[in-house]
């Protein structure tokens, strides 16, 4: 019972390469979300997906690539790392029950510095 | 436009003492409410949530959150702090739409007095 599993844990980028942050659920949730977390900011929403085939941007989506081929899997991609996409990355999955209840599931995050 | 607000940074009480962090909401419906604690270098935790029914909510670690919709609040209580409560805390309001997105407030770190 893993939940939500987020790869790399650590990550060092030089400005300008590209990477993709991993982020797979086992829960066979619909709703997956990216969040970025800065300091005196709280955590800010980059992109989500609704579903397999869908997704769309967030708050702060600019830099940043998703894409949600599968069920389990939402990967972000940063596409040319800028120092500031400094910041640890959080991924999420969601349910909701027909009794309107809803909870969030998040991975234990990705520290990224990009420099 | 949908907002979470928690108007205090830093809140530091003695070991014992009681605690209530606040936290003001701006949404269009009935909203979601969440409270995620964070201790350093660590992921989120749910403390509780509220999303119908009684509005005084029971959560983990001797945590509970009252919601009052004339307010817009759903202010964090805790009577009696333990030394290992020092951590950040989050509010969070969920946006009932088909994104089923989460807007955080800023957080509140909580430091403990011996």
């Known amino acids: 019972n893993a939940g939500v599993t987020q790869t790399p844990k650590f990550q060092v980028l030089k400005t300008g390469q590209s990477m993709t942050l991993q982020c797979a659920q086992d829960?066979?949730?619909?709703?997956m979300s990216w969040y970025r977390q800065d300091p005196g900011m709280g955590l800010r929403l980059i992109h989500y997906s609704v579903g397999a085939g869908i997704t769309d941007q967030g708050e702060v989506p600019n830099g940043y690539n998703v894409s949600r081929s599968t069920t389990e899997d939402f990967p972000l991609r940063l596409l040319s790392a800028a120092p500031s996409q400094t910041s640890v990355y959080f991924c999420a999955s969601s349910y909701s029950t027909i009794e309107g209840d809803y909870g969030y599931t998040f991975g234990s995050g990705t520290r990224l510095t990009v420099v | 436009a949908q907002s979470v607000t928690q108007p205090d940074i830093h809140i530091t009480v003695s070991e014992g003492a009681s605690l209530e962090l606040r936290c003001n909401y701006s949404?269009?419906?009935?909203?979601?409410l969440f409270w995620y604690v964070q201790s350093p270098g660590q992921g989120l935790q749910l403390l509780l949530k509220y999303f119908s029914g009684d509005t005084l909510v029971q959560g983990i670690k001797g945590f509970e959150a009252e919601f009052k919709r004339s307010q817009s609040s759903f202010n964090l209580r805790k009577p009696s702090v333990h030394w290992s409560d020092a951590a950040e805390y989050f509010c969070a309001v969920g946006a009932w739409d088909s994104s089923y997105k989460l807007i955080f407030g800023s957080g509140t770190r909580l430091l403990v007095r011996p």
């Open positions: 829960m066979n949730h619909e709703y």
């Open positions: 949404y269009g419906a009935t909203p979601y």
